[in-house]
């Protein structure tokens, strides 16, 4: 909004000519958000206690500790990534970019899913919501619309193909099968996001991280300049999505501030659906759909000890895992919470560094 404004009004102030910089727009659009959090968090959690009575239903089969330390804590914090993260997007992106729009309406949709589920649990009394097809169909029916925008926004042949990390001049092409591809990218982005979102501040760091490399990533492709000298495949106008990004991570901020151990709110699907979405849907329209699974690669750990699991006991009848998603397998062996949530943000901070290294090598 900001930056539309400055095109009508002209460039002779200096604070309108700094809004027209990219970088600044970003590093507000973080702000802005992180602020808006802290201020508007203590008064939604407040609100959410005094609706919600009980809080989030616990899974009666999950670790025992949780049935006591847990109950009570409220849910659907997400609301609060969702609104400052989109308030400060309206604010201060490019109202006028397809990439931004897309980004963000998936990311709500997503958000909305998940809030009808965090109200069917907490309506039910019951840590079961959607029924688990449901929740697919509509992920996957949002995920091909807004992978058949990229394609066409981006145009062909790249559009249409997959970008392989380290090899500068190799690309896939997949043709009108690329929004089903890009649809499997958001869908497992969102619900592998969602898997791991079972510990105090075990999700939204590791979404930070992925979502500060996506941001420099979505600068770089997005700037013909230093794609080109990196030898990454432009994506114009996709530097957009940095003030996106920079506005998740602000907002993500001030919900850790509020999510930190001991949780005063948890963000329930409606956080967790919404943000793995917007990971994924920043991996498409940047097309770094696999530098998201080195990048995001907690994530995909964390959902392959539930595929792991689920196969093995379903052949076997016996457990891979004490528990699975992976982080409840090291509750099961006695690793206290902090322990398994700093060594899991280390792991993060690796894979994110590990997926920075493909940029420079080519």
Same mark, same amino acid.
């Given at each position: 909004?900001?930056?539309?404004?400055?095109?009508?009004?002209?460039?002779?102030?200096?604070?309108?000519?700094?809004?027209?910089?990219?970088?600044?727009?970003?590093?507000?659009?973080?702000? /802005?958000?992180? $602020?808006?959090?802290?201020?508007?968090?203590?008064?939604?959690?407040? #609100?959410?206690?005094?609706?919600?009575?009980?809080?989030?239903?616990?899974?009666?089969?999950?670790?025992?500790?949780?049935?006591?330390?847990?109950?009570? /804590?409220? /849910?659907?914090?997400?609301?609060?990534?969702?609104?400052?993260?989109?308030?400060?997007?309206?604010?201060?992106?490019?109202?006028?970019?397809?990439?931004? #729009?897309?980004?963000?309406?998936?990311?709500?949709?997503?958000?909305?899913?998940?809030?009808?589920?965090?109200?069917?649990?907490?309506?039910?009394?019951?840590?079961? !919501?959607?029924?688990?097809?449901?929740?697919?169909?509509?992920?996957?029916?949002? !995920?091909?619309?807004?992978?058949?925008?990229?394609?066409?926004?981006?145009?062909?042949?790249?559009?249409?193909?997959?970008?392989?990390?380290?090899?500068?001049?190799?690309?896939?092409?997949?043709?009108?099968?690329?929004?089903?591809?890009?649809?499997?990218?958001?869908?497992?982005?969102?619900?592998?996001?969602?898997?791991?979102?079972?510990?105090?501040?075990?999700?939204?760091?590791?979404?930070?991280?992925?979502?500060?490399?996506?941001?420099?990533?979505?600068?770089?492709?997005?700037?013909?300049?230093?794609?080109?000298?990196?030898?990454?495949?432009?994506?114009?106008?996709?530097?957009?999505?940095?003030? =996106?990004?920079?506005?998740?991570? @602000?907002?993500?901020? @001030?919900?850790?501030?509020?999510?930190?151990?001991?949780?005063?709110?948890?963000?329930?699907? /409606? !956080?967790?659906?919404? $943000?793995? @979405?917007?990971? !994924?849907?920043?991996?498409?329209?940047?097309?770094?759909?696999?530098?998201?699974?080195?990048?995001?690669?907690?994530?995909?750990?964390?959902?392959?000890?539930?595929?792991?699991?689920?196969?093995?006991?379903?052949?076997?009848?016996?457990?891979?895992?004490?528990?699975?998603?992976?982080?409840?397998? =090291?509750?099961?062996?006695?690793?206290?919470?902090?322990?398994?949530?700093?060594?899991?943000?280390?792991?993060?901070?690796?894979?994110?560094?590990?997926?920075?290294?493909?940029?420079?090598?080519?």
């Amino acid at each position: 909004m900001l930056f539309d404004l400055t095109r009508h009004v002209g460039t002779h102030f200096f604070l309108f000519n700094l809004i027209r910089y990219l970088t600044f727009r970003s590093g507000a659009a973080c702000m /802005t958000s992180l $602020l808006a959090s802290l201020v508007f968090g203590g008064p939604l959690i407040r #609100w959410l206690r005094s609706v919600q009575r009980a809080g989030q239903p616990i899974r009666p089969d999950g670790p025992e500790r949780h049935l006591l330390e847990k109950k009570g /804590t409220p /849910t659907m914090g997400g609301v609060l990534i969702l609104t400052t993260l989109t308030a400060s997007t309206l604010l201060w992106a490019d109202l006028r970019n397809t990439y931004v #729009w897309t980004v963000l309406l998936l990311t709500l949709g997503y958000g909305v899913l998940g809030m009808i589920d965090d109200a069917i649990k907490l309506t039910r009394a019951s840590f079961r !919501g959607l029924s688990g097809r449901g929740k697919l169909i509509v992920q996957a029916a949002l !995920g091909l619309a807004a992978a058949s925008v990229f394609m066409v926004t981006t145009g062909a042949p790249l559009g249409s193909s997959v970008a392989v990390p380290v090899f500068k001049s190799v690309l896939i092409p997949l043709g009108y099968g690329f929004p089903v591809f890009g649809m499997l990218v958001m869908v497992g982005s969102s619900n592998a996001v969602n898997l791991t979102d079972g510990l105090d501040g075990l999700a939204i760091v590791p979404t930070i991280i992925a979502a500060g490399v996506f941001a420099l990533i979505s600068y770089l492709v997005g700037n013909h300049v230093f794609a080109e000298y990196l030898q990454l495949h432009p994506v114009p106008g996709a530097g957009e999505l940095c003030v =996106f990004l920079s506005a998740l991570i @602000g907002a993500g901020l @001030g919900f850790l501030w509020f999510n930190a151990p001991p949780a005063a709110v948890f963000m329930g699907d /409606t !956080g967790s659906l919404a $943000l793995g @979405g917007a990971l !994924g849907a920043v991996a498409v329209a940047v097309k770094h759909e696999i530098v998201l699974a080195i990048v995001g690669g907690l994530f995909v750990l964390e959902t392959v000890s539930v595929i792991v699991q689920v196969f093995w006991f379903k052949r076997t009848g016996k457990r891979v895992f004490l528990m699975a998603p992976l982080h409840h397998h =090291f509750e099961k062996k006695g690793w206290s919470e902090p322990t398994i949530v700093i060594r899991f943000w280390i792991i993060a901070v690796i894979l994110a560094l590990v997926g920075l290294g493909t940029l420079k090598i080519r």
